[in-house]
């Protein structure tokens, strides 16, 4: 029976790439696209007051990375059309009496204009500038307390910062192993699924139920070859990972395959359970759809599992992916083993038992 | 063409979809359950994260710092220990994220004018919850700073001395900040995609997987009759899916609407007739429903979710993905969606990019049109 299946699914050449390419690309795509670090914001100045002081502030601005300037503007209403169709992410607008106000030793406001379509990418510019315009104001208040007659001060309190496993806070590393988690539970799920229904669909089962096959035989020859596959596939995507997107594989090879196999047994049993409900391949692959997308934005891939409401965070503990996240995680980039992922093999273990023995359940009373 | 024509293959279509009502309610509820998600549960805001700290000093200074972090719900109080090793175990099993060490002459330093370094550790596997702890942590001792050095000041009888500069932020179109005003647009396309491009693409598949291909060429239904046929039900569902969206997002969200409903009706409409036709096409091309699956998944879907700039900013990307972008029909409709939802522009400004979408569709169409002479050759 496993033999067939394996057979089956080979002979066909446009399958084989099917089932080895599209993870690659999804990695690929996923890896580039997503990416939260922010850098070469656009930005437009309206500088009213062309002085010296005002210069001083852009030339500020823009040297850094984070900004790069555009345009120099000369009205309200050039502004307003930039940001209208979204060129710029921000207009700097200074005050004619931006140099006036330094020198008497007044404040000088510095207007912001920012586009607040995207909010989180505004918080993000917001916080740049400000970084950059109180590091500038620093320097200035040192200047005007020399000017008094008084020594430098130092800031009070000073930070020393030091980020561990992800030194760069690199998105990329966070981001990628999930990817890899993302796409094996994506081809496992939807091809377990559907190998059972499109059987059922052409008309074929019948002819496997009049074979001397038990159930039990049935479903390996079924489920088994895709478990190899999608391990295949996880370790294609991992080596992509590794060695293309240079992310670091600091933990043991063996914990992260444990993980995998363990991780399998629930896209497969989720996916057997879809091929138990559905009678036709769409219904398959919508109902794979409509859990895939729960399961991954509730998984902490992108958004945290700490930031969610509560019951929603207990609600993540029922979602495989929940653990296999914060394995990969744990496996890449902290480099710990089992002594502190345990809990996280044992969810998967228990849920994946669980997972199994109902749908094969489900299998067998439909078939008996 | 001949409309009863059209319209039998249309109650056709109607039929196979009305036999599977699963799937149907499950494309439906999938924009509530998304919306609900985003509105509700997804967001990058952190709050009460665990923190460990190694405070050497234990003086009043340090207490004071102290209230101050934890004043805020950024940051919970969840360990305090003696030696710094005790904080990296705890980085290390996930259990806090951030270590804060205040050194022995935290209180010395800043009673006598000095600087005293504090000690900031974070977990960084979660790259961007990182960077925003990070942030908050800044903000924290910027603001403690300021305090502190006006006091200094205030001690040298300083009274008067103004910050040089003061940033004067003025937020457009979505003033409070409110990433859901933000999501709702950006939901819609990813809707629209879904149900124009992901359903229709099984539509003539199915029929081929079946055998009951054969029949419809046989018959005498011309081309454009089938393909309206088979298109119309999926038009409307998409305009109903359109339709919960922009409702829950007027009622339950309270997203505010700048622009003209009608516009944003009749560009939604379009974008749905692109993605019908592109959803038409892969329906061709595929040779079973597996590859048309995989297909429009991967031409349609995620690019609408990564390269359409509703998630993530394009101009962010590397040349080549910003380049592959340009012939994402997605890009487009979400410049459409946010210019009309959050900006209350109009066609006037807008066009471009409706006259884009308008070429997408007649080019699916065309092509599509043409893979299926093959076929019947």
């Known amino acids: 029976m496993l033999v067939k299946e394996f057979i089956q699914v080979l002979r066909d050449k446009r399958l084989r790439i099917l089932l080895f390419l599209p993870p690659l ?87 912001m204009l920012l586009d607040g379509t995207d909010s989180n990418q505004t918080l993000v510019v917001m916080r740049y500038f400000n970084q950059v315009l109180s590091d500038y104001t620093q320097d200035l208040m040192q200047d005007r307390l020399n000017r008094m007659g008084l020594k430098h001060l130092e800031m009070p309190v000073g930070i020393e910062q030091r980020v561990w496993y992800n030194p760069n806070l ?54 088994v070859p895709f478990v190899l596959i999608s391990l295949i596939d996880a370790m294609l995507v991992t080596v992509a990972g590794v060695f293309w997107f240079e992310v670091p594989l600091r933990g043991s090879i063996w914990v992260l395959l444990l993980g995998v196999v363990l991780f399998l047994f629930n896209s497969v049993g989720l996916g057997l359970l879809i091929s138990t409900l559905s009678r036709t391949q769409q219904q398959a692959m919508t109902a794979g759809t409509f859990i895939l997308t729960p399961a991954v934005l509730l998984s902490g891939l992108i958004f945290p599992i700490a930031n969610m409401p509560e019951p929603v965070q207990w609600f993540t503990y029922l979602n495989p992916l929940r653990y296999f996240i914060i394995t990969v995680r744990g496996v890449f980039l902290k480099g710990v083993g089992l002594e502190v992922l345990w809990p996280e093999y044992v969810g998967l273990g228990a849920l994946g038992l669980t997972l199994l023995t109902v749908s094969v359940l489900r299998f067998k009373s439909r078939i008996g | 063409m001949s409309p009863p024509r059209a319209w039998a293959v249309f109650r056709k279509e109607l039929l196979h979809i009305r036999r599977d009502p699963s799937s149907l309610v499950q494309i439906i509820l999938m924009p509530v359950m998304l919306l609900l998600l985003y509105g509700y549960a997804l967001t990058f805001d952190i709050k009460q994260v665990p923190t460990v700290v190694w405070d050497r000093d234990g003086s009043a200074e340090a207490r004071q710092f ?8 950024y940051f919970q109080d969840f360990a305090r220990v003696g030696e710094f090793e005790a904080g990296g175990r705890m980085l290390d099993q996930g259990a806090a994220r951030v270590v804060v060490g205040l050194p022995q002459d935290f209180g010395r330093q800043v009673k006598t004018e000095g600087q005293a370094k504090v000690s900031v550790v974070l977990d960084g596997a979660d790259a961007n919850t990182a960077n925003v702890i990070l942030g908050y942590i800044q903000a ?12 200094r000041l205030h001690q040298k009888g300083l009274t008067r001395l103004n910050t040089p500069i003061s940033p004067e932020p003025r937020v457009w179109y979505n003033e409070e900040l409110e990433s859901r005003n933000f999501i709702v647009p950006g939901l819609i396309v990813v809707i629209m995609t879904m149900v124009g491009a992901l359903l229709t693409s099984l539509s003539v598949v199915r029929e081929r997987e079946r055998g009951s291909m054969e029949g419809l060429i046989a018959s005498p239904l011309k081309k454009s009759e089938l393909i309206l046929g088979k298109l119309g ?53 595929a040779q079973n429903q597996l590859q048309a699956n995989q297909l429009s998944m991967l031409s349609t879907f995620l690019p609408a979710l990564l390269l359409s700039g509703f998630m993530f900013d394009v101009r962010q990307m590397p040349w080549a993905l910003e380049l592959i972008s340009y012939v994402v029909p997605a890009r487009y409709f979400v410049t459409l969606t946010k210019g009309i939802y959050l900006k209350g522009l109009g066609l006037d400004l807008l066009w471009p990019s409706a006259v884009l979408l308008v070429g997408f569709a007649l080019l699916f169409l065309l092509l599509a049109a043409r893979r299926f002479s093959k076929k019947v050759r």
Do not use: C
């Not at chain 2, 924290?140 to 006091?151: A, F, G, I, P, R």
């Open chain 1, 170 to 223: 690199t998105g990329r590393w966070s981001f990628v192993p999930g990817v890899i988690a993302m796409v094996v539970m994506l081809v496992s799920l939807m091809l377990t699924a559907l190998a059972v229904v499109r059987e059922k669909e052409i008309g074929t089962m019948e002819q496997l139920l009049v074979t001397p096959l038990r159930p039990l035989e049935l479903i390996l020859g079924k489920t």
């Open chain 2, 140 to 151: 924290v001792v910027s603001d403690y700073n300021l305090t502190l050095m006006t006091e």
């Open chain 2, 233 to 285: 039900p999926y038009f409307i569902i998409g305009m109903v899916d359109m339709a919960i969206a922009m409702g829950m997002g007027q009622f339950l969200f309270e997203v505010p609407m700048r622009g003209s409903w009608l516009l944003m009706i009749a560009m939604s409409a379009l974008y749905l007739m692109v993605m019908l036709a592109q959803g038409l096409l892969i329906s061709f091309a």
């Open chain 2, 66 to 73: 102290l209230n101050r972090l934890f004043g805020s719900p």
């Open chain 1, 25 to 111: 690309i999804q990695l690929i795509i996923y890896g580039y696209a997503v990416n939260f670090d922010i850098s070469h914001i656009r930005v437009a100045v309206l500088d009213q007051d062309r002085s010296a002081q005002s210069r001083q502030l852009l030339n500020r601005v823009t040297s850094t990375r984070y900004f790069d300037l555009v345009a120099w503007l000369d009205s309200e209403d050039e502004a307003r059309r930039l940001l209208d169709l979204g060129e710029v992410a921000m207009v700097l607008r200074l005050p004619s009496d931006f140099a006036r106000k330094l020198k008497q030793g007044d404040t000088a406001g510095v207007q």
